[in-house]
Nanobody, 124 residues
Framework: QVQLVESGGGLVQPGGSLRLSCTPS????????IGWFRQAPGKEREGISC????????YYSDSVRGRFRISREKAENTVYLQMDSLKPEDTGVYYC?????????????????WGQGTQVTVSS
C-alpha cells in the first residue's frame, strides 16, 4: 500500500525550529518528487517547497525562503523540511505529497499521494 507519513510537528516559540519528516511506504524517494504544503485556519493551501528526484532542484515560496530547507536522505528514504526562525504566521497543518516541482512551486494531480498532515503551532 502506498502512503506518506509525516512527523515532527509540534508547539514551538517564535524564533524556534522544527524539522518535519516525510517517509513514503510502497515506493522510494529515488523515484518520486516530494513537496510540502501548509494550510492555516481560514486560508487556502499553500505550496511552500519541493525537491525534484531527477536533479534535486528545489523550490521555496517567498514566505519561507531563507528560513526553511528541504532535503532528501536516501538511506532513510525520507524527505525533511528544516524550519528555522519560525513565526506565528507559519502556524498550520503541514502536508507532504508526491508532486511535480517547477519554478512556480509544487503541483499535484489526482494521481498523486498525500500524507495525513502534521500540526505546527508557533506561539509564545
Amino acid at each position: 500500500q502506498v502512503q506518506l507519513v509525516e512527523s515532527g510537528g509540534g508547539l514551538v516559540q517564535p524564533g524556534g525550529s522544527l524539522r518535519l519528516s516525510c517517509t513514503p511506504s510502497g515506493f522510494t524517494i529515488d523515484r518520486v518528487t516530494i513537496g510540502w504544503f501548509r494550510q492555516a485556519p481560514g486560508k487556502e493551501r499553500e505550496g511552500i517547497s519541493c525537491i525534484s528526484y531527477r536533479n534535486s532542484r528545489q523550490y521555496y515560496s517567498d514566505s519561507v525562503r531563507g528560513r526553511f530547507r528541504i532535503s532528501r536522505e536516501k538511506a532513510e528514504n525520507t524527505v525533511y523540511l528544516q524550519m528555522d526562525s519560525l513565526k506565528p504566521e507559519d502556524t498550520g497543518v503541514y502536508y507532504c505529497a508526491t508532486v511535480y516541482c517547477s519554478e512556480n512551486g509544487p503541483a499535484v494531480s489526482e494521481s498523486d499521494y498525500w500524507g495525513q498532515g502534521t500540526q505546527v503551532t508557533v506561539s509564545s
